[in-house]
């Protein structure tokens, strides 16, 4: 069993906005790691960085990403930074993996002031200039398709991969 497709991408690239599109144009289920860590800690993102900090968070997120990649057979969004993680890019490999590519300005409208994303708490637009600088060449190394979302609805961007998708299968 393997997911559909597994989208990366930045903090605003539309994972969880765009994933949802897709898996409901394909009949599937839907599936983000970062909920999945929510129902695993029974909190928020938010409250695991305040309570544990940043490294237990990500120690939850290398099992969510493992267990969702061997389990889950629809669509599935990583979060953003799960790909920092080695042990993840290795699960990665074999995977139809779609990064949904997005540049600074439009991250920074989308996410404003990183309302739920303690990592863009203090700073949004230099901490996601940080963000992307250090990851674009990682969310590009574990991709097998790159997808701009740029000046593009969620819808777009969707009707985008399910062409590819409808495409690829044929
Ligand atoms: N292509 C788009 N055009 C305009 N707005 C968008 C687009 N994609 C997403 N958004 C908006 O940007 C915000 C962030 O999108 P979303 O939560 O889907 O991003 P994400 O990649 O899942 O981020 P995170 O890594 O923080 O979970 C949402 O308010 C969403 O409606
Ligand atoms: O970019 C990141 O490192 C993060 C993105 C979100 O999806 C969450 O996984 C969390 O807020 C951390
Ligand atoms: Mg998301």
Redesign the pocket.
Known sequence: MAPVCVLVG??GAGKTSTGLLVAKGLGVDFRDT?SDIEATAGKS?PEIFIDEGEAY?RTL?RAAVAAALASFDGVLAL????VMAEESRAALAGHRVIHLSVELSDAVRRVGLGSG???LAINPRATLKH?LDLRRPVYDEVATWTVVTDGRTPEQVADEILAGLAGDAG
Request: no cysteine; aromatic share 8%; glycine share 22%.
């Open positions: 930045a903090p970062d993102i968070f997120e979060g953003g930074g799960a994303r303690p990592l963000l």
